[in-house]
């Protein structure tokens, strides 16, 4: 291969430039982020306030009793909830239901009809022996409706068990754990409490990073496809593989919208973690160093593979709709361990995360996948074989890549079929 | 300065180029002629090195063709286009950095050609803004800039209006005048007989003519010459016949007169002689006859083809 560094810089240069100052960069850079927020915060609010405004709305509720259970039950319901999960301490509000009484069911429903209550709850005579209930509402909808279940079962064990109880055992009955802290066995061979919470954040980082690592590995390789077609498109090639070389133009390339990418993706991080430090500060978390160094080399051998493979199909294809077809199926490979992710989260030694681990389309996501999952321990020399082999796919993706794209970058109007892209791969000019 | 020897290129088991060598000389500008699909732009593409012969050699001032002396080729090609969505002056700073500028040089120099090009006001201006004659011209700034010292131009000429040719060809002109070396392909016959010193023409990817632009169109006239006059020529020793052509008389030569004795004869005999050449076929005329007739050069045992042989496809 006969490359030269100065031309491939150049190329990369202004690849970079050109990516950068498209109006298209700048929206994804404010939208992709502003898109992902607004869809999570419209998430959480909206079960929020769904499961707020179904407590609100259940001011009354109807009882008949055929049990005699509850003759003496207590006539208020007290619910109190957590209202804005962000806020510490937990801010908490009260809401209250009146428990009203109705001799029989043709009675109760009468008041439902006429809206007097907006909820019934019928005790049948063998409750007891049973467990079985039945609860009337005049609408229901299914995802704001079961907010009002976990009360009323509060409101049937509190009453249930207080003739028989002193109240501390009644609440106990009703809330057996206010927490319950699990103690598990460290590396260091030492039981340790286990924090959710941390654990959660130390999971997020390399979490976060496998899928920053996949996205973007599939902007530079979109940014790589766009450029290749618009090129081919618009028939410059020619004239400038008289004053380069392929192997300058394929190198300044990926050096050029793999930078693009790059850009792209550390904006994101770098605003992540300004509004996620604050967090990650009470929760003591840190960021291990041999984790960023193996990220790094795991973005960059996978952009390696990645992009060669992405430039390779640029060149052979005729216009950007063709080259998306072909670029979908291969990007597909790199977020086949998010898509397994539980699977690798419950076995993070187990035979699928390690072989995914070592499969170098998948190697990058899937090792950052197991490194962050707290209960795995990856042997050293597995990751040492997934950068060995990442890193010597990528060189040979890379050749045939440069091979291909040579010729392919001058074919117009044929899409080469399979046999004849592997054919020019190995033979070169 | 470019020398080609033997080159062989084949596709899918078909030779698209077979055997075909050439020279070309430095300061000269150089015809590469050929029907569509003849491997002329297989063999440019060699030349340019963005294709590897299968067999043969090419060679840029006795040396094979790497980085360094890439630089010194610009190449316009037939399908050609721009980065449509960049400065006019962006682009050609692009290609000036390529071809080993600085970009404050690359800069300097853009500027310099645009104002040749009468496109000064254009420079900052997204290069789809512009008409397609003048993006023509913009294009034709990128081969220009770096100054290269080997052109290789396919049909330039296309598309553009009589201004705008006579513009390139004075720039050709120029860089001939400053030492460059032009290899122009086109089908603008007038084009080749105006402006090419030597030309090698090929078909189905063999050579079929190679030499002078010149001596190929007198080759292909047959041995005769040329006389306007005020009457037809009568029993004239050496001629063998005289047909009348636009206006002229074509005097058909025996195979041992020639046109200095006829001439003498002319004078002697007292014919009033307004002009008199050596016939010499239109370069159109040469191609058509001899893609039709599939004429062709037979090189195969003696040897790679010199610019010094006369053209031989008209002997036959």
């Known amino acids: ?429 | 300065m470019l020398e080609v020897r033997e080159v062989v290129k084949s596709f899918d088991g078909r030779a698209v180029v077979n055997r075909v060598s050439c020279e070309v000389r430095p300061g000269e500008i150089f015809a590469l002629l050929g029907p569509n699909g003849a491997g002329k732009t297989t063999l440019i593409r060699m030349i340019t090195d963005i294709l590897r012969p299968d067999s043969g050699e090419i060679l840029l001032d006795g040396h094979a063709l790497d980085g360094k002396s890439r630089r010194g080729i610009a190449y316009l090609p037939e399908e050609r286009g721009l980065y449509r969505r960049v400065p006019v002056i962006d682009v050609l700073v692009y290609y000036g950095q390529l071809k080993g500028l600085s970009a404050h040089a690359a800069r300097a120099a853009g500027l310099a050609l645009l104002e040749r090009m009468d496109l000064r006001e254009w420079a900052a201006k997204q290069v789809q803004t512009l008409s397609k004659g003048m993006q023509q011209k913009v294009q034709f700034c990128t081969v220009l800039i770096g100054e290269p010292r080997l052109l290789i131009l396919d049909e330039p000429f296309t598309g553009l209006d009589p201004l705008n040719t006579q513009l390139f060809e004075e720039l050709l002109a120029e860089r001939r005048a400053a030492g460059s070396t032009v290899l122009l392909s086109t089908h603008q016959m007038n084009k080749v007989e105006q402006l090419c010193d030597r030309a090698l023409m090929i078909n189905h990817g063999r050579m079929v003519l190679y030499g002078s632009v010149r001596d190929i169109r007198r080759q292909y006239a047959g041995h005769a010459v040329m006389l306007r006059s005020d009457r037809a020529p009568e029993a004239i020793p050496g001629v063998q016949g005289v047909e009348p052509l636009d206006g002229e008389w074509k005097l058909l030569l025996e195979p041992d007169a020639t046109p200095q004795a006829v001439l003498r004869e002319l004078v002697e005999r007292g014919v009033t002689v307004e002009s008199f050449a050596v016939a010499a076929l239109p370069l159109e005329d040469v191609f058509v006859k001899v893609v039709r007739e599939g004429l062709g050069l037979d090189h195969g045992e003696s040897g790679p083809l010199t610019a010094d042989e006369p053209a031989k496809g008209g002997a036959r």
């Open chain 1, 1 to 429: 291969m006969r490359l030269s560094w100065a031309r491939a810089l150049i190329v990369a240069r202004r690849e970079y430039l050109t990516a950068v100052r498209r109006k298209a960069f700048f929206f994804t850079l404010i939208a992709v982020p502003l898109y992902f927020g607004g869809v999570m915060a419209i998430a959480t609010r909206g079960e929020i306030s769904g499961r707020r405004e179904s407590l609100r709305a259940l001011t009354r509720l109807g009882v008949v009793d055929s049990s005699g259970l509850y003759s003496g039950a207590t006539r208020v319901i007290v619910t109190r909830m957590a209202t804005d999960p962000t806020s510490t301490p937990e801010k908490l509000e009260t809401f209250r239901t009146r428990v009203e009484f109705y001799p029989d069911q043709a009675s109760l429903e009468r008041a439902l009809r006429s809206e007097q209550i907006p909820q019934a709850l019928v005790i049948p005579a063998d409750y007891l022996e049973t467990g079985k209930l039945r609860r009337y509402a005049r609408s229901s909808n299914m995802f704001s409706q079961g907010s009002a279940v976990r009360p009323i079962e509060r409101w049937l064990v509190r009453n249930l068990l207080a003739d028989h109880l002193d109240s501390t055992r009644v609440e106990r009955a009703v809330r057996p754990s206010v927490a319950m802290d699990l103690y598990t066995l460290g590396k260091d061979g030492r039981f340790a409490i286990k924090d959710d919470r941390r654990e959660m954040l130390d999971f997020m980082i390399p979490f976060l990073v496998a899928m920053l690592l996949a996205m973007c590995i599939m902007v530079g390789g979109q940014y790589l496809l766009q450029g290749l077609s618009e090129e081919k498109e618009s028939r410059i090639l020619e004239s400038l593989l008289c004053a380069l070389s392929a192997e300058d133009l394929l190198a300044g390339k990926l050096l050029g919208l793999g930078a693009a990418g790059f850009t792209l993706v550390a904006a994101w991080m770098a605003a992540g973690l300004a509004l996620g430090s604050p967090m990650m500060a009470v929760a003591q978390v840190q960021l291990q160093p041999e984790l960023l160094v193996l990220a790094v080399a795991y973005f960059l051998l996978g952009y390696l593979f990645y992009g060669s493979l992405m430039t390779g199909i640029g060149a052979v294809t005729n216009n950007m709709r063709e080259a998306q077809q072909f670029a979908m199926m291969f990007s597909f490979m790199n977020f086949v361990p998010v898509i397994v992710l539980t699977s690798i989260m419950a076995h993070p030694d187990g035979a699928l995360a390690v072989v995914l681990s070592l499969l170098p389309p998948t190697a990058p996501t899937a090792m950052m996948l197991r490194l962050g999952t707290p209960s795995s321990s990856v042997a050293p020399w597995q990751i040492g074989l997934s950068l060995v082999l990442l890193a010597g796919s990528g060189w040979l993706v890379l050749r045939g890549a440069a091979r291909v794209f040579r010729i392919g970058l001058l074919m117009y109007g044929k899409t080469p079929s399979l046999p004849e892209i592997l054919r020019w791969a190995r033979a070169g000019k």
